[in-house]
């Protein structure tokens, strides 16, 4: 089981990015997808999350109408569109696969390796 996170990077205040997370080795159209970060000096947080089969998304209040998430069709990986980036929004940003599109760390047995995001003011 692998979970890889790309996209990451630096981009000013008011910007954007779109983090990918694919997945490899089990069939992640079973699991869920969620997507936490932790910011410097505080504790790992989940910011978006999306059900197995693709039709419900769920976010946290501080990035509603913000970012995006959303499966990719063809390919077993999973998209975090990030925009009006904020520089509260930098962290390192983490996927995994679970049982339900939740923010309970519990649900998620499989998790990624993390990419940076820092959003400069």
């Known amino acids: 089981v692998q979970l890889v996170e790309s996209g990451g990077g630096l981009v000013q205040s008011g910007g954007s990015l779109r983090l990918s997370c694919e997945a490899s080795?089990?069939?992640?159209?079973?699991?869920?997808i969620g997507w936490f970060r932790r910011a410097p000096g505080k504790e790992r947080e989940g910011v978006a999350a999306?059900?197995?089969?693709?039709?419900?998304?769920y976010y946290a209040d501080s990035v509603k109408g913000r970012f995006t998430i959303s499966r990719g069709n063809a390919k077993n990986t999973v998209y975090l569109q990030m925009n009006s980036l904020k520089p509260d929004d930098s962290g390192v940003y983490y996927c995994?696969?679970?049982?339900?599109?939740?923010?309970?760390?519990?649900?998620?047995?499989?998790w990624g390796q993390g990419t940076q995001v820092t959003v400069s003011p």
């Open positions: 080795g089990f069939n992640y159209r079973d699991y869920a």
């Open positions: 995994a696969a679970g049982s339900a599109p939740v923010f309970g760390e519990n649900y998620y047995p499989f």
């Open positions: 999306i059900s197995a089969r693709g039709d419900s998304g």
